[in-house]
């Protein structure tokens, strides 16, 4: 009797310790379900770092990028430095000709992409002759060879590991414009004729990406063949979580371990985590400007008057410090602060002078608009009720008009609208990317928001920009462009952006990026 209690016990104790088991490998291998414990817990290093962010990240085969260059799974021959400046990735030296026209590239030995291939001048110039097929629309920025590359002729390999850049005009600023999305690198094998991706985004980054399900999650396995210094994370699983106080709930349950991307906690929620110490909240500035787009196509707002009116009455530190809880920075100008180029103006607030301009252009009428807001972004509707009194101060009367994004964006192009808060970020260093698309008169952004914009001295100044072979003078014709953004109003820029993230503090080295995370030194407290 005792015997078979013995044995049944001991069959008890097996099956459990298998349970156990199963239990322990399921958990090395899914992590999602992970409560909140004690950061000071040993972690199995290899376990899965869940990351969540408010959009797919790696949004598939009809994107120009297939996913978002803060994966690090492709590489651009250029990235970008921690103070906007151009520095070596792909590409490890160049050299520019005296009349500024060449430019001519090294390429770093001994990379292979994810699929084995070899990285050589021959697959820049498969890279090239994609881009050279047209436009690829993406989520982040188009994928456009003249936005990147204006006044290309040609492009030719001139060694296995040496291409050359040939332009129509001088382009002392062109490292600039090839940063981080300007020039994306992916093995040759990855497109079908049209330039479209056939398949998974293989490149050369310290990431490679074993399962994409679109709006649902990214899975990263690291490189272990990634010819600098490997990532940490083994496995990282970016999951897309659209709604931000579901994503912030979901870090405190331990369900995420960090947020990541534009937008990833909102300043009132980065400030609520702050007082939890097992979590950590990380900052650094953003290459995206908030602003207010205005109908200039119609009257009175195409008088620069009104403009400038709307611009003094707008208290702009009071909006960063109530409204985002002073994670910004106000600005004027149409330039954002990630690029070397930016100049800081003083920003000026008037409400008497305001009230004098915009009575010379409404006289004693009031004016009646619709102020569109993206209802999927929290912060704006309380940043349009700020707002709003401020223009009703100067005789402007708007209805704050939540709507999705796609549809405001429609509603510009038609000309419907009045105000809409709007963002921009930047694609790439180069100044003139932005001076091009809002302030040149056959700019894309100036017409399709029906921003009406058109000055002869904006239009001048960047015809004698691609002129100019001396990089301090075009410093200066940029300084020229970006003064009188300040004083003409193309839009009403109200501040620099800041990329606010929160982690668990059971992993470390997790640093913000102008642009994402530095994804590849994040790990797990040892």
Known sequence: MLNNLSKKGLMIFLVFSLIFSFVLVGCHINNENTQGANS?????????????????????????Y?????????????????????????????????????WTFKLREGVKFHDGQDFNADAVIANFDR?????KPSSYYPLDIDSHYPGLVSYEKTGDYEFKLVFDEPKPTQLYRMV????????????????????IAIGTGPFKIIENKKDDFVMLERNEEYWGEKARAKYLKIKSIPDVDTRYSALKAGEIHGTLDLDSLTPALAEELKKDNEFSVVTANSTMIRFLAINGEKEPFNDVRLREAISLALNRQKIVDVVYFGYGSPTTNILNYSTPFYKDFSVEEDMEKAKKL??????????????????????????????????????????????????IREKLKEGDFGFARLQQGLSNAEPSTIFRRFMLSSGDHNKNYSLGYNNEEVNNLMKEAEQEIEVDKLEEIYDKIQEISTTTYPIIPLFNDVNIMGHTNKLTNYNAEMYGLELPGIEWVK
């Open 66 to 102: 297939y996913c978002s260059s803060i994966l690090y799974v492709w590489e651009p021959l250029i990235r970008q430095g921690k103070n906007g400046e151009p520095v070596p990735s792909l590409a490890e030296e160049w050299t520019m000709s005296d009349d500024g026209k060449e």
């Open 180 to 199: 981080n999305f300007g020039s994306p690198i992916y093995s040759p094998e990855n497109f079908d004729e049209e330039g479209n991706f056939n398949g």
């Open 358 to 407: 915009a009575k010379e252009v409404l006289g004693e009428e009031r004016l009646e608009t619709v102020y569109y807001i993206n209802g999927n972004a929290p912060t704006q509707k309380t940043e349009a009720e700020l707002i709003a009194p401020w223009l009703a101060e100067i005789g402007i009367d708007v209805k704050i008009q939540p709507m999705e994004y796609s549809v």
């Open 131 to 135: 881009m050279s097929i047209g436009i």
């Open 40 to 64: 000071e817990e040993i972690v199995e290093k290899d376990e899965i770092i869940v990351l969540g962010g408010k959009r797919h990240l790696a949004p598939g085969e009809e994107d120009g």
